[in-house]
């Protein structure tokens, strides 16, 4: 059977579904097709379910400050596991059928649930259909990296995919690889009485470059598990499970967390045969700002890229990438400032220009969480806050947190980058007391004396 139609989409995650709804929006007929799992990376095994494991455990952390604050009992609290864990794939559950019963659940011969291939640039096999577009969209996302050579421990090897269907929690466990996935679900493993050793060949964690943010992560992160950093880890076999060893480190353990990245799906597509141009990992070269590969009738979104995986980026290539395959003309789009969220506590985020990018004159104002008020009544005063700027004008580029909220502070600084603001313009806005939000107003003041700019502009005058 052969199809024509405007627009094919390959993959029904987070950016081939922003995708269809801009496709749709335009008129245009098309086909989404996904021979995996539906529901989003996001709300399967990524975003949602990590969050959830992360409120169990800081719940039932929580119970270690309850002494000191005169509630007697704390320590009789007990963890039951396999209902913990049945929680948070309850809660997982909501948000997959939440997602499908507002997206391909409402397709009809416009869903085609089976792999697809490439034959030509505009030619694709799915099941027993041959479909030939005008353009298509690639948003086929990504998978953990697992090397091969550990292939052999695959039973006692976990990732994304498979550590949230635990019944029941190990008693011992490594992570490798201490970015986002790994900091999160290894502090909470530990905080539900996991015995947890992290490792990780870099010398900082969370994606983080700022040394000086990095450092008072690993020591607050710390408390609750070992970060051996510096080093690459290696597995051994052992009588009773495995050995992870890095350098002079090394822990017995049951089972080890993978969380060293995620690999494109788009390599497996075979579009380099078709003369795509692609990258050593065999991803398509693409306009990060029309998403078109090359001056071809293909787009690429989301995961498969190999970009900023995270779920709003997805989203927003998604909607570039179907908004350009729509239509004749390709427009570039300018896109939203970077803005990275680790959901560990104490949080970390990373907003704006990387610290790694900034000009050798930039200005740099820092602010620790210890004296700030209301982390302290909250038990939370940990971290650090380091707010970069422009030192000509005090324009703010970025900043890099380790802290309470900072979910909360990375919006605040992000939407001031991209807004092009200054440090005199975020410091002429209200700030209550006691808020977590002092702790920038605090950086911002240590960062204007640090500037030439008049203080006087903090007011503002009004005339009679």
Not at 35 to 42: F, M, P, R, S
Not at 244 to 267: I, P, T, Y
Not at 336 to 359: S, Y
Not at 420 to 448: C, F, N, T
Request: a negative charge; aromatic letters at 4%.
């Amino acid at each position: 059977m052969t199809r024509q139609v405007d627009v094919a989409i390959v993959g029904a995650g987070t950016a081939g579904l922003a995708a269809m709804a801009q496709v749709r929006r335009a008129g245009c007929s098309f086909v989404l097709i996904d021979g995996g799992e539906l529901g989003t990376t996001c709300a399967r095994v990524g975003c949602m379910p990590s969050k959830a494991l992360l409120q169990v455990a800081e719940d039932f952390a929580r119970r270690r400050a309850f002494s000191r604050l005169g509630i007697d009992g704390g320590e009789a609290l007990e963890l039951d596991g396999p209902k913990a864990l049945e929680h948070v794939r309850d809660l997982r559950d909501i948000f997959v059928d939440r997602v499908l019963a507002g997206t391909t659940d409402e397709l009809g011969e416009e869903f085609i649930a089976a792999p697809a291939r490439f034959t030509s640039l505009t030619t694709l096999l799915a099941g027993d259909q041959r479909i030939e577009a005008r353009r298509v969209v690639i948003a086929v996302g990504s998978r953990p990296f697992v090397p091969p050579d550990w292939a052999q421990f695959a039973p006692q090897l976990l990732t994304t995919d498979t550590v949230f269907e635990l019944e029941s929690l190990p008693q011992r466990l490594a992570v490798i690889g201490l970015g986002a996935v790994g900091l999160e679900i290894g502090q909470a493993l530990a905080r539900l009485g996991v015995e947890v050793t992290g490792f990780d060949r870099l010398s900082t964690v969370a994606g983080l470059q700022d040394v000086a943010v990095s450092e008072v992560a690993v020591q607050a992160i710390g408390r609750d598990f070992p970060l051996h950093l510096g080093n690459a880890a290696r597995i051994e076999a052992t009588a009773k499970g495995l050995r992870v060893v890095a350098g002079e480190r090394e822990a017995e353990v049951d089972k080890v967390l993978l969380s060293m990245g995620r690999v494109s799906n788009a390599a497996g597509l075979g579009l380099s045969e078709l003369g795509v141009p692609v990258d050593a990992a065999g991803v398509p070269l693409h306009d990060p700002a029309s998403m078109q590969i090359g001056d071809l009738p293909l787009f690429i979104a989301g995961d498969a890229d190999g970009a900023r995986q995270v779920l709003h980026e997805a989203a927003d290539e998604g909607r570039i990438a179907g908004y350009n395959a729509a239509r004749d003309i390709t427009t570039r789009f300018r896109r939203r400032v970077a803005l990275h969220i680790t959901f560990c506590d104490p949080n970390t985020a990373r907003v704006g220009t990387p610290f790694e990018d900034l000009d050798s004159s930039a200005a740099i104002g820092e602010m620790p969480f210890g004296p700030v008020g209301r982390a302290l009544i909250m038990g939370k005063n940990r971290g650090l806050l380091r707010v970069y700027a422009r030192a000509r004008d005090g324009r703010i580029l970025g900043a890099e947190i380790c802290g309470p909220k900072c979910e909360n502070l990375a919006h605040l600084l992000a939407w001031s980058v991209q807004q092009e603001l200054g440090v005199l313009d975020l410091l002429r806005m209200p700030y209550y007391h006691p808020v977590i939000e002092e702790a920038l107003q605090a950086a911002l003041h240590d960062l204007l004396a640090k500037l030439d700019l008049q203080p006087s502009g903090l007011l503002e005058f009004v005339a009679d």
